[in-house]
């Protein structure tokens, strides 16, 4: 066997959240990979349920009838439009497309973490800059950039923290940002702020902004088992990161059933109040067991268990709960906590009370 390229040296295998292979038997409340407790849309199941007898043949090469309806529901052109496997392989593609080996790409630290493996993946080279006070440091990121930065992530709001930028800095550090740098703005939690100082990529895109913003069907939508994201970009881009990506690597099945849940108003809706709801009560909760929880825009908390949270989220896995340790994010005391119904919010709660080993000291 061939030694693997020694890039990979420096990779980590991603470690999923959720139960894997034979521990899926069992059933656990899921509080670890910030999917939609809800489940999918029922106009998403009924669409693949009709759209399975077909199967055998290839997928729309194009998501025609996505980028339309995606165009339609958003305002941009259709054109300005691309469909991958989900957001994971549309950061991949921006790689391939925009990084030569030896370029930069600048992402914050600790965010998510196909960033960092995207650029390395390519021979680029990250540049992780850490947040402050829980959130990104536009400023500090804008410092980063170099001539030979072609990359820059921003992730909003922020996995794990939660935190979001808001318009008045984005919109400075974007006129700021030298033009051989694209900013690729990752929204995969943007259905969900309510914080209305919250400024998309796509409204900057529609004022004709040179940039990328991801958007994903695995989240408020509910099909992260289906793997479909999609990317809206200057049409340079879009053309670029259709020519670089497998012919038919987003299926069928997912295609359609994506169609089915942007129609679903109403299934959008009841998943955004409940977690709304939920980030309310789950805020309250874990500040009522002294924990002082970062405020969150997204569909999870970040909380400092003042232990090692691997540890703690190990007892609360034998308690029949998955949440997300900190540790693959650096964050060796934190737990990160998707937002689940009011029952899944309150059987944590009471989980956490039991099984940890630290009670913070009050702090008023
Ligand atoms: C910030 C962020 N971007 C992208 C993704 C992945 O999205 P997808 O499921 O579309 O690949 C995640 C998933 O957790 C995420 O947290």
């Known amino acids: 066997m061939p030694a693997p390229r020694s890039v990979l040296a420096q990779m980590e295998l991603y470690r999923p959240g959720g139960p894997q292979g034979a521990l899926t038997r069992r059933s656990f409340v899921h509080l670890a990979s910030n999917e939609n407790p ?42 300005q439009l691309v469909v991958g496997n989900g957001v994971d392989q549309l950061i991949k593609l921006l790689a391939e497309a925009f990084l030569d080996p030896g370029q930069e790409a600048v992402f914050p630290a600790p965010s998510f973490s196909a960033y960092r493996q995207a650029a390395l993946l390519v021979g ?6 850490a947040l402050t006070d829980d959130r990104l440091d536009l400023v500090a990121m804008l ?22 930028v808001t318009a008045e800095p984005l919109r400075s550090f974007l006129r700021d940002l030298p033009g051989h740098a694209l900013a690729v703005l990752d929204e995969a939690y943007a259905e969900y702020v309510e914080d209305p100082a919250f400024l998309s990529g796509l409204t900057l895109l529609r004022e004709g902004r040179q ?10 939508y509910g099909l992260a088992g289906l793997r479909i994201g999609w990317a809206a970009g200057p049409e340079g881009v879009a053309q670029a990161l259709m020519k670089v990506r497998e012919p038919f690597s987003v299926n069928r099945l997912a295609e359609v059933a994506a169609v089915a849940a942007l129609g679903d108003a109403e299934h959008l809706e009841r998943s955004r109040r409940l977690v709304a709801e939920g980030r309310a009560q789950l805020m309250a909760g874990l500040q009522a067991l ?18 090692d949270s691997a540890q703690t989220a190990l007892r609360l896995r034998e308690q029949g709960i998955l ?7 650096g964050l060796t005391r934190q737990l990160r906590i998707t937002v689940g119904t009011r029952e899944e919010n309150a059987a944590l709660l009471v989980a956490l009370g039991e099984v940890r080993t630290h009670e913070p000291v009050p702090t008023a």
Not at 211 to 220: E, H
């Open 38 to 79: 809800l489940g999918p849309s029922p106009r998403a199941v009924e669409a693949l349920v009709q759209a399975a007898g077909g199967v055998h043949r290839y997928p729309e090469m194009f998501q025609t009838p996505l980028r339309e309806a995606l165009g339609a529901t958003w305002g941009l052109p259709p054109e």
């Open 124 to 129: 680029g080279t990250p540049r992780a800059v």
């Open 143 to 164: 410092r980063a950039v170099t001539e030979r930065t072609r990359l820059v992530f921003i992730c909003n709001p922020n996995n794990p923290t939660g935190t979001a």
């Open 211 to 220: 940039l990328v913003t991801l958007r994903t069907f695995s989240k408020i």
């Open 290 to 307: 002294g924990y002082r929880p970062v405020p969150s825009q997204a569909n999870f908390i970040l909380v400092d268990v003042g232990e």
């Open 323 to 329: 949440v997300r340790d900190g540790g693959p994010f």
